[in-house]
């Protein structure tokens, strides 16, 4: 079993960070993926005590925002403690697989670590291999990220042995024949059809004549053939779910007053619509997202697109959508679709967007 620490600074990308989270708890297991916002994480593997241990973590996310960079020379330059580079310098002490990530929109990532920029303790983290998880393909670049995590060392296959009970099998249907089914922002991980693993006997021993495939080995695959098929059908609904959203939003309108998170009547028709598609899609978590143009202060331009993604999730909650169907994230202006320099461009990057999420 893999277990995953993401490590993340809170002043650049929390929210891509907790997706990233989310993205591989799917494929590892929530209780096997871990980052400092679940408060489950003890203290001194924080490096918040003296002593930094991650003990029994296996691989380390690193998320590389727009903004890493810039906050790594300004703890440097203040003197303050910098939690998140004692991370990454013990995880690379222990010799454990640390995967810097980069995050960000295609084609405007931000730049590759260079060894020369980086402290010498941590610096070893530029030559590690990196990984690159851009909004426009989040699925595709999710499931290629936890298939490098996943994949065994040197490829080397995991002979099955009897009588252990410990085996861990690389399934055929969920690792060897995996693909991606890229829906919105989701990746769905399900199996291709493949051809079943051979069960050949390994070589005999004194004490061993012959190998009978356990039970619980043969079971494990038909459970996991059984939830490929769900996910592929799963896949399904979600895409109908968000392509309609996608729909809605392209036809109507959201509009806000100046400077405001208060709904412009003229919403609500839209709205309404939106509420519709949410309530048909119960098996998901519809999550709005407040986008603004880079036009004044960006701590205030997050703060706008946080009340304004809060603003239309009540809305729909007054509408009857349960709101355990709906969650809301600000992003302020670091996710433009196009450059801040025209009023219509500008008009473009004040939006709301709704994305599909597994609940």
């Known amino acids: 079993m893999t277990k995953i620490f993401v490590n993340f600074r809170r002043e650049d990308v929390p929210a891509d960070a907790r997706r990233i989270r989310d993205g591989l708890a799917a494929r590892f297991g929530r209780s096997d993926v871990v980052m400092d916002i679940d408060g489950a994480v003890p203290e001194q593997q924080l490096g918040r005590d003296q002593g930094i241990t991650l003990g029994g973590y296996d691989a380390m996310i690193a998320i590389i925002g727009p903004r890493w960079m810039e906050l790594l020379r300004a703890h440097a330059a203040s003197g303050e403690r910098d939690y998140v580079r004692e991370q990454i310098s013990a995880a690379l002490q222990r010799g454990m697989a640390v995967i810097p990530v980069r995050v960000g929109r295609e084609g405007s990532m931000p730049p590759s670590l260079r060894p020369e920029d980086l402290p010498e303790d ?43 009970s410990t085996v861990k099998l690389w399934l055929w249907s969920l690792a060897a024949a995996a693909s991606t089914v890229l829906v919105g ?13 051979s069960f050949a006997p390994p070589a005999s021993s004194p004490r061993q004549t012959a190998f009978i495939p356990s039970v619980s080995v043969e079971g494990r695959i038909r459970r996991a053939m059984a939830a490929a098929t769900a996910a592929g059908q799963r896949a399904d609904e979600a895409r109908r779910c968000q392509a309609a959203l996608i729909a809605a939003t392209d036809a109507g309108t959201i509009v806000f007053n100046t400077a405001s998170a208060e709904l412009d009547f003229r919403s609500h028709q839209t709205l309404d619509a939106l509420a519709q598609i949410v309530k ?27 009340r304004r993604a809060n603003s239309v999730r009540s809305y729909l909650v007054g509408t009857g959508v349960p709101a355990t169907s709906l969650a809301a994230m600000g992003y302020g202006e670091t996710r433009p679709i196009a450059p801040n320099d025209t009023p219509t461009n500008m008009a473009r990057n004040r939006r709301i967007e709704f994305n599909v999420t597994v609940k």
């Open 122 to 164: 941590i610096r070893a983290l530029a030559s590690r291999p990196s990984r690159d998880v851009a909004y426009e393909r989040f699925g595709s670049d999710m499931a290629s990220l936890a298939e490098s995590i996943s994949r065994p060392r040197g490829g080397a296959a995991v002979a099955l042995q009897p009588g252990n």
């Open 280 to 306: 048909g899609c119960p098996d998901f978590v519809v999550e709005v997202e407040g986008h603004t143009d880079s036009m004044g202060d960006p701590n205030a331009n997050q703060r706008l697109s946080e």
């Open 185 to 197: 922002n989701i990746a769905v991980l399900f199996s291709s059809p493949a051809a079943p693993p």
